[in-house]
Every structure is written in structure tokens, then in C-alpha cells.
């Protein structure tokens, strides 16, 4: 005799249920947390860099950098004088909740207004791991395919922004710009889209602006919740 | 490759589901994974093999129920898949544009069998 159990329950539950109480202690302490994922090479380290180096000195802002193997991220961000931490996976192809709340544990670190994690290079795996982020970010450079989010859907459709990176390179690379804003809206008709390029910084004043308002509404809510 | 990762999670989920049943075999596991949640069903399915293999579950077979991209219109409460080339969403009924995700974002353990040895 056979019977069928139901269970209908998440495979990364224990994920979800970490994810759940890191969001709800972000939310809870006013910390924005952006979750930033590419293939590798797009430039997350670069647009960290360019983040970094325009933030006043008493701006409450962190970052956790997620690589594979080495420190070699933290070491470059760490220079701008902000905390900076890195997780090493030591083979794994993503960052999930545990790592994030281990991280956080180890780390003496007051509560940041923002925390800007640095997945682990790789458009596919990331998508599947709520780190408890409030918005997930993919950067596109034009020097891959204008095609990405139609081959990597997962991710485009969770993203909140798109950054388009390396727009100073357009005139060098057969990357069409229009289809690659018409691929992810198809994708995710919400998604936001921001083409910068940190070598020449163009664009790079409307990415700080995004990052201003989702601090700004996060401190409303902050206030709004106290009062 | 993070279908090993996800079958471990499957494989230590269905361990714990089958203490709460002792006396039976585990005969099979369903799966339901979405278009749209980034996991490859084949790389999956060889991972938890891998697993399973040599334990005390093994042979285990997977059933896994592919769930295709669909939007549910609020407007209307039309449901219609969202598909290639152009992953229209806006409503086909009644031209709603504000259409919400309903399936395809799926990684759920949705059924154990069970067997009496």
C-alpha cells in the first residue's frame, strides 16, 4: 500500500526562516540592505568603489564582499575607511542567509543605515537565496550579451534596479542598448534601469540618488513605526 | 551549480519527513520547480541521485512537475501564462497592466510516498 504525504513547503525554508529574521532586524533597526548580483566582471567591486569614494566619511554604510576564494574585494574597499568585511565560501556559488547572519554575529559592527552585500560572482545561483535583503540589484555590463535577461530570466525577474555598467565601452562593442532595456522589461515590466559606467562615472549621480531615496523611505518607516 | 546545495536541502527534508513515519519506506518525492527560480531540473535530479546514493534510501525516485510562468490579473481575475519571445503580461481579457506573478517562482517539497516494506 502507498500513500501520498503532502508537504508543500519551500526546499530552502531553513534559508527563508534566516532571510525572515535577518529582514525583519533590518527593518526593525532602520538598515537598508541592497543584495548585488553578476556574472562575474561586471564591476560590483568597481560600483562599490564609486559608491564608497563619494560618501561622506560620518555616512553609516557597510559592505559584506562574498567571493569563492581570496580577500582581495574587502582589501580594495577597505580603503575608502568604511567597515568592510569579506565572506569566503570556499567553493560555494553563493551567498545564502546563514553566511550573512554568521558574518553579521562575528562582526562588531554598530547598525548600518546601509549594507551593501557583494554576492559571489555568478548570475544564476545567487537568484535562488533570500539573504534578507529589502532589493536585490543585477549589474549588466555591455560587454556581455544584450540578451542576459532572456538567459538568465531568475534573476532579472527578482531585481528591483538594473544597472547597465561600462557605457563609456557602447562605441567599442556590439552590445544594442535598447534591446538589452527591452529583454529585462520583458522579463520584469517593474524593474528600474540605470545605465552607468564607473571608469567614466557617467550615470553614477542617479545610482547615489536611487541608494538616498531607499535610505530616505526606510527611515520614514523607521519613524513611522516608533511613532 | 547550486542544485547540489538545493539537493541536500531536499535530501535532509525528506529524512526528517520520514522519521515522523517510522515503519515505512520512502517510495518517491515530488518536486515542483519554476521556470523563474533559477534552478536546472536535470542538474538537480543528478545531484540528489548522487546523494541518495548509498544510503539506506536508495533507489528514491524524484517526480518533478515543471511550473510554467503565470500571471493573475486583480482587475479581472484572469489567470494566462506569461511566455517567449515576448513574455507578454498585461492581461489578454481585459488589458489590466498592473498583473501579478502567480507560479513560476517555485522550489517546493511538495509530496512524499510512502510504502509499507
Known amino acids: 500500500m502507498t500513500e501520498r504525504v503532502p508537504i508543500e513547503r519551500k526546499v530552502l525554508s531553513e534559508n527563508g526562516r534566516i532571510a525572515a529574521e535577518l529582514r525583519a532586524r533590518f527593518q526593525e533597526r532602520g538598515t537598508v540592505c541592497l543584495n ?3 556574472s562575474p566582471g561586471a564591476g560590483k567591486t ?22 569563492i576564494q581570496t580577500d582581495n574585494d574587502a582589501q580594495r574597499l577597505a580603503r575608502f575607511g568604511f567597515p568592510v568585511r569579506q565572506i569566503t565560501t570556499g567553493g560555494t556559488c553563493h551567498l545564502d542567509a546563514r553566511m550573512i547572519a554568521r558574518a553579521l554575529a562575528e562582526w562588531s559592527l554598530a547598525d548600518p543605515e546601509l549594507l551593501l552585500i557583494e554576492n559571489v560572482g555568478n548570475l544564476v545561483c545567487p537568484s535562488s537565496y533570500d539573504l534578507g535583503e529589502a532589493a536585490k540589484i543585477v549589474l549588466l555590463s555591455v560587454t556581455e550579451g544584450d540578451d542576459k535577461p532572456l538567459k538568465y530570466p531568475s534573476i532579472f525577474f527578482k531585481a528591483e534596479l538594473l544597472v547597465l555598467n561600462k557605457v563609456d565601452l557602447l562605441p567599442y562593442v556590439p552590445f544594442d542598448m535598447s534591446r538589452a532595456r527591452k529583454n529585462a522589461l520583458r522579463i520584469n515590466p517593474r524593474i528600474e534601469i540605470l545605465e552607468v559606467s564607473c571608469q567614466s562615472g557617467a550615470g553614477l549621480d542617479r545610482w547615489r540618488a536611487w541608494l538616498g531615496e531607499r535610505c530616505q523611505k526606510a527611515r520614514a518607516e523607521v519613524a513611522a513605526g516608533a511613532g | ?5 538545493i539537493a ?11 522519521q515522523r513515519h517510522p515503519g515505512m519506506r520512502v517510495g518517491r518525492v515530488g518536486l515542483r520547480i519554476g521556470e523563474l527560480s533559477g534552478v536546472d531540473p536535470e542538474a538537480l535530479r543528478f ?7 548509498e544510503t539506506p534510501f536508495d533507489p528514491l525516485p524524484l517526480e518533478i512537475e515543471l511550473c510554467p510562468r503565470r500571471h493573475c490579473c486583480p482587475g479581472c481575475g484572469h489567470t494566462f501564462p506569461v511566455r517567449e519571445p515576448d513574455y507578454a503580461s498585461d492581461c489578454p481579457r481585459c488589458g489590466g497592466k498592473q498583473t501579478e506573478c502567480v507560479s513560476g517562482t ?7 510516498e510512502l510504502e509499507e516494506p
Open chain 2, 8 to 18: 541536500n536541502s531536499l535530501f535532509q527534508a525528506v529524512q526528517t519527513e520520514a
Open chain 1, 36 to 38: 548585488l548580483i553578476s
Open chain 2, 1 to 5: 551549480m547550486h542544485e547540489l546545495a
Open chain 2, 47 to 53: 545531484s540528489f541521485d548522487a546523494i541518495v546514493k
Open chain 1, 46 to 67: 568597481s560600483l562599490l568603489e564609486r559608491t564608497l569614494e563619494g560618501m561622506n566619511r560620518d555616512e553609516r554604510i557597510a559592505v559584506l564582499t562574498g567571493d
Open chain 2, 106 to 112: 517555485e522550489l517546493e517539497f511538495s509530496y512524499l
